[in-house]
């Protein structure tokens, strides 16, 4: 038998009840890791920001830095990356 993968899922529903009933089957009949439950898409893409945020540990301070410089510095520093 060949091995099932477990994926990460994550459950927008915003009624609590069946969210949590979501949250149960998932994890426990399919074998997934649940993220969330959130109950808004707003929540779930702030959720997936986060999620991927974490997944580049500098990206928090890369944006920060972009951010506060000058539009003509951001389009140098784009046109530098994609020449490398």
């Known amino acids: ?8 899922v994550l459950i927008v529903e915003d009624e609590a009840a069946i969210a949590l009933d979501l949250e149960d ?3 426990r009949l399919a ?6 439950p959130v109950a808004t898409i707003t929540a ?13 540990g500098d990206a928090r301070t890369e944006l920060s830095r972009i951010d506060a410089e000058e539009p ?3 389009e140098k520093a784009r046109a530098d990356a994609h020449e490398s």
Request: with cysteine; hydrophobic share 55%; glycine share 6%.
């Open 1 to 8: 038998m060949a091995a099932r993968s477990c994926r990460v």
């Open 31 to 36: 074998g997934h890791v649940v993220v969330g």
């Open 44 to 56: 779930a893409l702030d959720a997936k920001l986060d999620e991927l945020l974490r997944a580049i």
């Open 25 to 27: 089957t998932v994890e």
């Open 72 to 74: 003509e510095a951001i």
